[in-house]
């Protein structure tokens, strides 16, 4: 789902008004997840959990906007910063979730989401500054753009690529360690909201990432960030890697890796045209959504047929393409 949002709500941004569009999609949002805690019809719900997951695009538009209004030395920094947010409210969403809900039941879940979502937009409301794009193209014009930018820009295809699998691999792992935490370590749902915390350590690689890539160490970072993620699946492989703690320290370092690289490829991303940097992102975010979604998609099926060792062996294997890829065409060919 949020892999379509981000293909088709962000990059209108390189046409309106970005506060006012941020602030419209935060809204609508904010009403969907009150009307879903509200609702008690199931065919509603999932119309309302559309609306939100079609909604709730404004982080989406907030980074190359920040992007913009920063100075090319600390660029990689800023955008780090507000990743490493945005990662750690991913990460923190659903054992939070779990804990609000098991204490007081679902729907306090999505209202107080809403309830959150409204103090985002009067901080919105409050700190961001109005920016109107300078593009003058038609929708249509920019939505046909979207291809042309893909077409043009090889920086966009690798770093996509290379991110599309590292998150495919974070996606795997964190759908199917929850059935190997229960059934193997017996483990509650509580029990595996709080395992799921100590990922949210990995969010600090992307304050770290934006810093090292003003530094201009994207490359070598790059390829440690790959390496990184490998390594953290295969430790699984050992005796001690099975174990709760052997997974929490995968969890923990295959966060790092995968944030780390993400940062890196939007700081190279947003350097290849500033009037198209919401597109950029849009394509770029889309193409990790959908490698995540593959990933997320596999791992059931994978558990089931093969159990723990195959998610090590397929979670690892797909850092290691993209490290290849990218040792044999990034080191050798184009610059950063």
């Known amino acids: 789902m949020h892999w379509a949002c981000c293909w088709w709500c962000p990059w209108p941004a390189?046409?309106?008004?970005?506060?006012?569009?941020?602030?419209?999609?935060?809204?609508?949002?904010?009403?969907?997840?009150?009307?879903?805690?509200?609702s008690s019809e199931p065919n509603l719900f999932l119309i309302l959990s559309l609306l939100i997951g079609f909604s709730s695009?404004?982080?989406?538009?907030?980074i190359p906007l920040a992007a913009h209004l920063a100075p090319e030395a600390s660029r990689g920094r800023v955008v780090g910063n507000i990743m490493g947010g945005l990662l750690l409210g991913i990460l923190l969403a659903r054992?939070?979730?779990?804990?609000?809900?098991?204490?007081?039941?679902?729907?306090?879940?999505?209202v107080g989401a809403a309830l959150v979502m409204l103090a985002i937009i009067l901080m919105m409301a409050l700190t961001i500054p109005k920016r109107t794009p300078a593009h003058q193209a038609s929708y249509g014009q920019?939505?046909?753009?979207?291809?042309?930018?893909?077409?043009?820009?090889?920086v966009l295809r690798r770093r996509a690529f290379y991110q599309g699998l590292m998150f495919a691999s974070f996606s795997l792992f964190w759908t199917a360690v929850p059935i190997e935490l229960v059934r193997q370590h017996g483990l509650s749902q509580t029990h595996i909201a709080l395992f799921a915390l100590v990922g949210a350590i990995g969010a600090l690689a992307a304050p770290l990432a934006g810093r090292l890539a003003d530094a201009g160490h994207t490359r070598k970072t790059s390829s440690i960030a790959m390496a990184i993620a490998s390594g953290a699946m295969?430790?699984?492989?050992?005796?001690?890697?099975?174990?709760?703690?052997?997974?929490?320290?995968?969890?923990i370092l295959l966060d790092f890796a995968v944030q780390m690289n993400m940062v890196l490829g939007q700081r190279a991303v947003y350097a290849l045209d500033p009037a198209s940097r919401a597109r950029l992102n849009a394509l770029y975010m889309t193409s990790i959504f959908i490698g995540g979604a593959i990933g997320s998609a596999l791992a059931s099926p994978l558990y089931e047929a093969a159990g723990w060792s195959a998610i090590i062996l397929v979670g690892g294997?797909?850092?290691?393409?993209?490290?290849?890829?990218?040792?044999?065409?990034?080191?050798?060919?184009?610059?950063?």
């Open 142 to 154: 920019l939505l046909q753009s979207l291809l042309t930018l893909l077409r043009q820009q090889p």
């Open 95 to 110: 054992p939070l979730s779990s804990l609000v809900a098991d204490h007081f039941g679902w729907r306090a879940v999505f």
């Open 14 to 38: 390189d046409l309106v008004e970005n506060r006012r569009l941020m602030i419209s999609t935060a809204l609508v949002a904010a009403g969907g997840l009150l009307a879903a805690g509200l």
């Open 317 to 336: 294997a797909l850092p290691v393409i993209a490290l290849f890829s990218f040792v044999c065409r990034e080191l050798k060919l184009s610059p950063d």
């Open 234 to 251: 295969l430790i699984g492989w050992t005796g001690p890697g099975a174990s709760v703690a052997g997974l929490a320290l995968t969890g």
């Open 57 to 62: 695009v404004a982080v989406q538009m907030l």
